[in-house]
């Protein structure tokens, strides 16, 4: 069965600076990967996902995301921070072996907090 | 474009009662979702379906009953409402995996219903 691990409850960094936000995965086959974000009292949007092809996704809001098929890791970043990208993240994965219903396995979130 | 809509926002009911979430979507998805958010856990599936009037268990079914006599509404019942089954409720949609260019693999979701038990 597949699983996310978000090592990390909380990340802090100031405005400006250059922001990780790490998750980890396990599936049985190749991996369908995402990103959500959540902010105060609104449902997830999504961010970014893998699918194939380029290691490196683009996503909203200037988030890019890497997949690292040795490390099994699919790590969130962003070059200069906001305070506007405080928020809770979600990585979720997908088997892509898994060709019925589309079950989303979630991680439990990671809050981020951008500081001025 | 109203997109995914969830009804009420906000509940509070007493342990037994029956309630009943809504949740409505305007895209014409075939694939819609329940989800419960607690802390601790992320994201848990409840139940979800791929048309109409075929629905499936997800993670957490145990308590809960849904049905999908139309493609657009995807109503969650609880059948008798007990403490644990306080959360924030999460409907989502998307289209069907077999939708060109892999859309279906992206999952959209409402702005929640926060429940609360008593």
């Known amino acids: 069965a597949q699983s996310v691990a978000q090592p990390e409850d909380q990340v802090n960094v100031a405005e400006g600076n250059p922001l990780t936000v790490k998750c980890t995965y396990s599936v049985s086959g190749n991996p369908y990967l995402f990103w959500y974000v959540q902010y105060p009292n609104r449902g997830l949007q999504f961010l970014l996902k893998?699918?194939?092809?380029?290691?490196l996704v683009k996503g909203s809001y200037g988030f890019e995301a890497e997949f690292n098929k040795s490390q099994t890791s699919f790590h969130l970043k962003k070059p200069s921070a906001l305070v506007s990208d405080s928020a809770l993240y979600f990585c979720a994965v997908r088997d892509s072996m898994n060709t019925g219903f589309q079950k989303l396995v979630f991680g439990t979130g990671t809050r981020l907090l951008v500081s001025p | 474009d109203a997109g995914i809509t969830q009804s009420p926002r906000y509940k509070i009911t007493e342990t037994g009662r029956q309630v009943t979430l809504m949740c409505h979507q305007t895209?014409?998805?075939?694939?819609m979702f329940w989800y419960r958010q607690d802390l601790g856990h992320g994201l848990r599936l409840i139940y979800y379906s791929a048309a109409a009037d075929i629905t499936d268990k997800g993670e957490v079914p145990d308590g809960y009953v849904v049905s999908r006599s139309k493609t657009e509404n995807f109503p969650l019942t609880l059948e008798s409402a007990t403490r644990s089954q306080t959360s924030v409720y999460f409907c989502a949609s998307s289209e069907s995996p077999t939708t060109s260019g892999r859309k279906g693999d992206t999952q959209y979701f409402g702005p929640g219903t926060r429940l609360t038990v008593l």
């Open positions: 893998y699918i194939t092809g380029d290691n």
């Open positions: 895209w014409s998805h075939s694939y």
